[in-house]
């Protein structure tokens, strides 16, 4: 073959591939332009049908997917009719409700309201007929401070003795233990034996 075939043959085969590269940049470019087109108006078409939906069914759906996160608080509210107290007491949220959603809630704690419902707290409530279980007697049981819980009944169920030691106090309060002393709340109860000590 002589130089010259030689370099024909060269300058054929760069034209080829410079235009099998021309071809593949091009068409690549009209796919890339046709895929953003269609993605544009795959988004705009479904912008519009977001848009017909009703509101309502949209905002529910939201409220359904919010889930009660492990960390969450449960503050749980009681009413009680008789004595008139309201209970409130706040604890970590309990195991079974992670991760539920708050109609799962509304099943779990069936006979009571949520007030509140988000990943980080809920708020429950409840309205009892009778009085609450913060309504304590004090008295002496044997020699010790004695502590009683009054039913709604006003029958007594002994909750705990103390180490208070009713021989060394005054004559005064012995005579009021013996017959008992109704004290109200935790912390009622707390600063009433406190003065005892």
């Known amino acids: 073959m002589s130089k010259r075939n030689i370099i024909i043959i060269c300058i054929i085969i760069t034209i080829a591939i410079f235009l099998v590269f021309v071809y593949y940049i091009v068409n690549k470019h009209n796919k890339d332009n046709f895929n953003s087109n269609v993605s ?17 069914i949209i905002s529910t759906s939201i409220k359904e997917d919010k889930v009660i996160s492990p960390k969450a608080i449960l503050e749980i ?75 709604k009944d006003g029958e007594e169920s002994f909750v705990r003795a103390t180490d208070i030691l009713t021989k060394y106090l005054p004559d005064e309060d012995k005579e009021i233990l013996k017959q008992g002393i109704e004290v109200i709340g935790k912390q009622g109860l707390e600063q009433f034996l406190e003065d005892f000590e």
């Open 40 to 56: 544009t108006d795959l988004m705009q078409n479904t912008n519009k049908k977001i848009e017909i939906k009703d509101t309502n």
């Open 77 to 151: 509210k009681q009413y009680y009719k008789k004595c008139g107290h309201t209970i409130q007491e706040k604890n970590e949220v309990p195991k079974d409700i992670v991760n539920m959603t708050r109609r799962d809630v509304e099943k779990y704690y069936d006979g009571w309201r949520i007030d509140e419902f988000s990943e980080d707290k809920i708020l429950i409530y409840k309205e009892n007929e009778g009085v609450c279980n913060e309504h304590y007697i004090v008295k002496d049981n044997d020699g010790y401070v004695t502590i009683y819980n009054e039913n």
